[in-house]
């Protein structure tokens, strides 16, 4: 009987386990319906760790900060790479990209780590900053001709310029035929943009389905969304475009000699990074720049801000076509939008961080607890506990634009638990060998944002004491949620 429904009893030397009132489910809908309180009860009842059944899967939660550094350091009985190498390859349709499948021998984390960080962040930057003020002053994405207040949802602007700019940053631009007018060339362009950012919706909407294992058919919209957005990234379309990033044309190269994937399944791996570059992006820019404007104390210091950097920098603000331009070095001496972002951040993000047991093992945690794990078991980490833990944040539900800033307005770095300085607070992107290799570029991407927005634009709630949209709880675990519905804003271009 226990074989047929999968539950579990549990040893000796196994963490208390929950198994949940429902065969092969267990817990997982008490979990998804708010996993932030289900683990907190659980916490409260079990202690630091325990283990629950969801959807077929025994998870071991791993409660304690302290002792998420054993996770981390214990690194060789984890295997990391199956989770998510079939996670993409469910979600976006490509085939394996492990190379123990035998369909390509690149390393892909290397790839990541080569056009994400070092030199090649210098020249995502660069073309993001270019990139974003054709489409706020340039391109009609925007209705800033005018002067005249404009009013939009926040969430529905942010999504446009942050998408359009960091399609562009990441894929390039169409090259020009002789002959095109440069007008008509930008709007066309723009067009298949935009029309991709509809197909993205679609698709984006349904992904944390295709995470839990439903197939990808029987959504006919999102299915034929995807399938029409990966044809816009077909080698032979990438081809045409100018100035692409290192990532992508990398990418390209070792998809074209290291792999065997056909046509569709190159361009499928193409749009898993598509959406890994928006997906968490595009809400952490709309809660950033939410709290920004709802504060008039962070909006006065981020202004402040801005307006030091540029002076420093010797840029001025103009509507004659010449643009801002601001150095890496600039851009990384914002601590007041750093703070912002963090702790934006800090309030939206829902990651889930799991690693699955390569072998049966013994788990040593913080303070000499041990625990017997076994093979094929997954161990997950849930910073969200943390991040609205009151003993590490004070008054966690609140908005402080200043939380990451010590006494001498430099980064701050040192927060407490139970008295003790905690390694891991602060867990958006994700730990150790899985951490977000983007990281860099989200966070210069989000600040460009904020200061082109703050040097250009007025900007106002439409009402001021608007309350705060909530978190979407649907796709917990997945990274920054989005917000239930969007807010009304006006924004207009400032007088030069
Ligand atoms: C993976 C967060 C932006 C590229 C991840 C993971 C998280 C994350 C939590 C998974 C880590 C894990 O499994 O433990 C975020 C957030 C972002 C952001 C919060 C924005 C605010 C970006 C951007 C890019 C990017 C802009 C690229 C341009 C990637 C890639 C992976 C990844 C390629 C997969 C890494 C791998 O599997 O080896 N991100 N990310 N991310 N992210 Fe980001």
Avoid at 18 to 31: D, K, R, S, T, W
Avoid at 32 to 48: C, H, I, M, S, V
Avoid at 322 to 351: C, F, G
Wanted: glycine fraction near 6%.
């Amino acid at each position: 009987v226990w074989l047929i429904l999968g539950t579990r009893r549990r040893r000796p030397e196994e963490p208390p386990v929950e198994n949940g009132v429902i065969p092969y489910l267990g817990c997982a809908l008490q979990f998804g319906a708010n996993p932030l309180e289900f683990l907190r009860a659980r916490q409260k009842k079990y202690g630091q760790i325990f283990t629950c059944k969801l959807a077929g899967k025994f998870v071991h939660f791993l409660t304690d900060p302290f002792s998420y550094h054993s996770v981390i350091r214990q690194g060789k009985h984890f295997d990391w790479k199956k989770f998510h190498f079939s996670t993409s390859a469910k979600a976006f349709g490509h085939s394996s990209m492990d190379p123990s499948d035998g369909y390509t021998t690149e390393n892909l984390h290397q790839t990541f780590i080569k056009t994400l960080q070092g030199d090649s962040l210098g020249s995502l930057i660069e073309n993001m900053m270019e990139n974003l003020q054709l489409v706020m002053l340039q391109s009609n994405t925007l209705k800033v001709a005018s002067r005249e207040w404009q009013t939009d949802g926040l969430y529905a602007f942010c999504y446009r310029v942050m998408f359009e700019s960091g399609y562009l940053t990441l894929f390039g631009k169409e090259l020009s035929s002789q002959g095109d007018k440069i007008a008509a060339r930008q709007e066309a362009q723009r067009a298949l943009i935009l029309n991709a950012l509809e197909h993205f919706k679609e698709f984006d909407k349904i992904f944390p389905a295709l995470v839990a294992g439903l197939p990808i058919h029987v959504f006919k919209t999102a299915y034929s969304a995807r399938e029409k957005l990966a044809e816009g990234l077909l080698h032979e379309n990438l081809r045409k475009r100018d100035n692409m990033s290192d990532l992508i044309s990398l990418r390209m190269f070792l998809n074209d000699t290291l792999s065997t994937f056909d046509d569709m399944g190159k361009a499928k791996t193409h749009l898993a990074l598509l959406w890994a570059s928006q997906a968490n992006t595009l809400p952490a820019t709309f809660w950033s720049l939410l709290y920004t404007i709802r504060n008039p104390d962070a909006l006065r210091a981020a202004t402040d801000e801005v307006h030091r950097v540029l002076e420093k920098a010797s840029q001025k603000v103009s509507l004659d076509g010449k643009h801002i331009s601001l150095k890496r070095e600039e851009l990384e001496d914002m601590p007041v939008l750093d703070s912002i972002i963090k702790e934006a951040m800090r309030l939206s993000s829902a990651s889930m961080n799991i690693r699955v047991a390569k072998e049966d093992f013994t788990l040593h945690l913080d303070g000499n607890e041990s625990y017997a794990i076994r093979k094929d078991d997954i161990i997950a980490l849930y910073p969200q506990m943390v991040h609205l833990d009151p003993e590490v944040y004070e008054d966690p539900l609140t908005f402080k634009y200043d939380r990451f800033l010590d006494e001498n307005g430099r980064e701050k770095t040192i927060f407490y638990h139970k008295g003790r300085k905690l390694k891991y607070y602060y867990m958006p992107f994700g730990s150790g060998i899985t951490m977000c290799p983007g990281r860099f570029f989200a966070v210069h991407e989000i600040k460009q944002f904020l200061c082109l927005l703050l040097s250009y634009f007025e900007m106002e709630l439409v009402d001021k004491n608007v309350k705060l949209p909530t978190l979407d709880q649907s796709r917990a675990g997945l990274g920054i949620l989005q917000p239930t519905h969007d807010i009304e804003f006006k924004y207009r271009l400032k007088s030069p």
